[in-house]
């Protein structure tokens, strides 16, 4: 079983976060290797928060040592293999981490790409949401299969790829 536990601050648009949050987070988990999590005895918790471009710039420079603010930031609470420590929970409950997603540098980015902020904050949900899963994107192998999970769960939800732009085999 998933939980979704969503914190926003004002300023966001006025949009049903927790309905969001908590479909943007079932379709991550449905189109990876731990589909089963939804089903699965043990509740898995994610946080998430909508905050200030301000508060994700302090937590950009506190933890990644860069000093701007950014959309998304994931914190991942599991280092281990994600099945493993499901196995071996004594209480049944795995908090899988932290997604924090900043206002206005989603909104801009939002605005910029000609979509809503709640269709953009989907996607940086689902992609935290994967974060939190252990994929990254830090070569361009992982960057093209996590692209690809991304693509299929906005999919599964109606959106489009975000990933569209882009040409191939550059």
């Known amino acids: 079983m998933i939980e979704v536990a969503v914190l926003h601050e004002e300023g966001w648009p006025g949009v049903d976060w927790d309905y969001l949050a908590q479909r943007a987070v079932a379709a991550a988990i449905a189109h990876s290797p731990y589909a089963a999590f939804a089903s699965d005895e043990a509740l898995y ?6 905050t200030s471009d301000e508060e994700v710039h302090q937590l950009n420079r506190a933890y990644r040592d860069k000093d701007k603010p950014t959309n998304v930031l994931s914190f991942p609470m599991v280092q281990d293999d994600l099945l493993e420590v499901t196995a071996n929970t004594d209480d049944g409950e795995v908090l899988l981490g932290d997604i924090v997603l900043a206002e206005g540098v989603c909104i801009a980015e939002a605005s910029e790409k000609g979509i809503s902020v709640a269709d953009h904050a989907t ?13 990254d994107h830090m070569d361009d192998n992982e960057a093209e299969a996590m692209e690809a999970l991304e693509i299929a769960a ?11 732009d882009r040409t191939t085999g550059e």
Request: charged share 10%; hydrophobic share 50%.
């Open 154 to 164: 906005l999919v599964s939800m109606g959106l489009a790829d975000p990933y569209g």
């Open 45 to 50: 918790e994610i946080a998430i928060k909508l």
């Open 123 to 135: 996607h940086l949900i689902v992609h935290g949401t994967f974060h939190l899963l252990g994929y």
